[in-house]
């Protein structure tokens, strides 16, 4: 099993940075990817952003490609996301998952945990 409880969420105006955090327990944390995906009010939750197993290669969803950086630290067990020139659209949401396997996926099916979600909303 693995637990993952997300933090940093808050309100912030358009333009303005967050940067959240997801702390995992249970399972070798270093072993997995890790993603983040988000659910704004009346749509399904979309993937956000997906990190391999060390580090080495990350992905975006094309809306947040050159605002947001997903990062990981293994000896801490957690994985960020820095979100910057954030647009009232990011308002959401967010999610922190644990993908089955070392390689990320922007699929839902491909994580088998998650954690509580945090709410990230924007201003404009």
């Known amino acids: 099993q693995v637990q993952l409880v997300e933090s940093g969420g808050g309100l912030v105006q358009a333009g303005g940075s967050l940067r959240l955090s997801c702390a995992a327990s249970g399972r070798t944390f270093s072993s997995n990817a890790m993603g983040w995906f988000r659910q704004a009010p009346g749509k399904e939750r979309e993937f956000a952003a997906a990190i391999n197993r060390s580090g080495a290669r990350t992905d975006y969803v094309d809306s947040v490609k050159g605002r947001f950086t997903i990062s990981r630290d293994n000896a801490k067990n957690t994985v960020y996301l820095q979100m910057n020139s954030l647009k009232p659209e990011d308002t959401a949401v967010y999610y922190c998952?644990?993908?089955?396997?070392?390689?990320?996926?922007?699929?839902?099916?491909?994580?088998?945990?998650w954690g509580q979600g945090t709410q990230v909303t924007v201003s404009s």
């Open positions: 998952a644990a993908a089955r396997t070392s390689s990320y996926s922007n699929y839902e099916s491909a994580y088998d945990y």
